[in-house]
């Protein structure tokens, strides 16, 4: 069984920041990407960021300069800060990962049970 857990969401402020943590416990063989979506109401969901086999992946504009993505491999742990908080930040922010687990041995995606962040003006 593997699990993605989130935490780090809340209310904040305009300018402010938070810091989003999701690890992923369980049986894990290996991680082969792991990130960020968020979903604001009446949108879709988008990826934020993301470390995967091929690097990492590009921020969109909306977050480019803002927002930054960090691992610790060991912690099987992603992270992301989030600066100069906008309230179209708000949203629900998803903890994504392609992982093979030791039960499976096969690469399945998952996702963290989601993380309201938001904030006001």
């Known amino acids: 069984q593997v699990q993605l857990v989130e935490s780090g969401g809340g209310l904040v402020q305009a300018g402010g920041s938070l810091r989003l943590s999701c690890a992923a416990s369980?049986?894990?063989?290996?991680?082969?990407?792991m990130g960020w979506y968020r979903q604001a109401p009446g949108k879709q969901r988008e990826l934020v960021a993301a470390?995967?086999?091929?690097?990492?992946?590009n921020y969109p504009d909306s977050v480019k300069g803002r927002f930054t993505i960090s691992r610790d491999n060991a912690k099987n742990t992603v992270y992301l800060q989030m600066n100069s908080l906008k309230p179209e930040d708000t949203a629900v922010y998803y903890c994504?990962?392609?992982?093979?687990?030791?039960?499976?041995?096969?690469?399945?995606?998952?996702w963290g049970q989601g993380t309201q962040v938001t904030v006001s003006s």
């Open positions: 994504n990962a392609e992982i093979v687990s030791t039960a499976t041995m096969r690469r399945m995606g998952y």
């Open positions: 369980g049986s894990i063989f290996s991680i082969n990407a």
């Open positions: 470390f995967t086999s091929g690097g990492p992946t």
